[in-house]
């Protein structure tokens, strides 16, 4: 996994570290753990242990999102956590043996006027040179924070038309090629508000030039995205409660994707009352994806069975794969939360 390299006390425009914001700790009595496992085929038992619980590490967050591990050989744990509080406009750090912090704030929207309920930053992830690329709501926005403390932009705008608010992103085979969803969450009225230029919301491909290509605009809500261990394929959530999916893209010699296929559909799920939408998710070593939805992470095999569910009982946004890479980290609602697998994440 990559390393961040930022040198915090260069960061002198951000509050890092201590804040106003309260959390529960991660020994909190009250939330040792939530839900339940759900085996659903009996591969599951080779993934998750049937004993196996879904820690509850910290809480009190507004909605937490976007997690990423941040990888480092020194630290006794072998690394931290950061994630985003995007009502709170922030990133959060959390490691072993100490209550969450607030790492950054602003994380996604720099201006002063009020911005809506969800002005921050969503989905996280590092480059190949440790430095943290953040999808920006309220600043419509990909973004990199620099080893020096400086943010730059990456993209903001497609043919000249602002972004709606880019939600979440993924590195492709190259390690440098980001590719990134743009639903309208992260305006103050959403789809409905007068400032979205897009009529749209479209899956992008960004080159390490800084070109900027439209690859999808099928999908009504587009959000997380990963790829197959072996980058052939791009998998898609859709946050729309109509048509609750995951779709599949082959992925062409160029990068830009092939007709896509439904993967896998839950919208039955959503009409049965189990809480949540298609949102982030990740890829294992096998391929098989791990992905949030209506009612936890649903466990899905390459060819789309699903074989079990980790039902948190909230609404899950995001998870991300840590430590070892054996260890699932879930973001659901108010919750940091993880899972011990038998698996690990693909790319550790």
Known sequence: MRKLILSLPSLALFVLAGSSFTTTAQDSPRFPH??????????FAALVDEKATIEVLSSGFAWSEGPVWVAEKEHPFGGYLLFSDIPNNRVVRWEEGAEAVT????????????????????????????????????????????AGGGKRTLVDAYQG??????????????????????????????????????????????????????????????????????????????????????????????GTLAEGRVFYDATAAVEEGLPGLPDGLKVDEKGKLWATGPGGV???????????????????????????????????????????????GAGW
């Open 34 to 43: 939530i839900g339940e496992i759900i085996s659903l085929d009996p591969a």
């Open 103 to 146: 790492w950054l704030h602003p994380s996604g929207y720099t201006g002063v006027a009020d911005y809506g309920a969800e002005p921050g930053s969503n989905g996280l992830l590092l480059d190949e040179k440790g430095q943290l690329v953040s999808c920006e709501h309220g600043d419509r926005r990909l973004s990199l924070l620099t």
């Open 298 to 344: 649903y466990v899905i095999t390459p060819d789309g069975k699903l074989l079990g569910r980790l039902s948190t009982g909230e609404r899950t946004s995001n998870c991300a794969w840590g430590n070892d890479g054996t260890v699932l980290y879930l973001t659901a609602d108010r919750y940091l939360c993880r899972i011990q697998t038998k698996t690990k």
């Open 161 to 254: 038309k602002r972004l709606n608010s880019p939600n979440d992103a993924c590195f492709g085979a190259d390690g440098k090629t980001i590719y990134f969803t743009d639903p309208p969450y992260g305006l103050p009225k959403r789809w409905d508000d007068p400032q979205r230029e897009l009529d749209f919301c479209g899956v992008y491909r960004l080159a390490p030039d800084g070109t900027v290509t439209l690859l999808t605009k099928e999908m009504t809500r587009p959000n997380g995205l990963a790829f197959s261990p072996d980058f052939k394929t791009l998998y898609v959530a859709q946050s729309d409660p109509e048509a609750a999916l995951w779709k599949a893209f082959p992925v062409k010699e160029d």
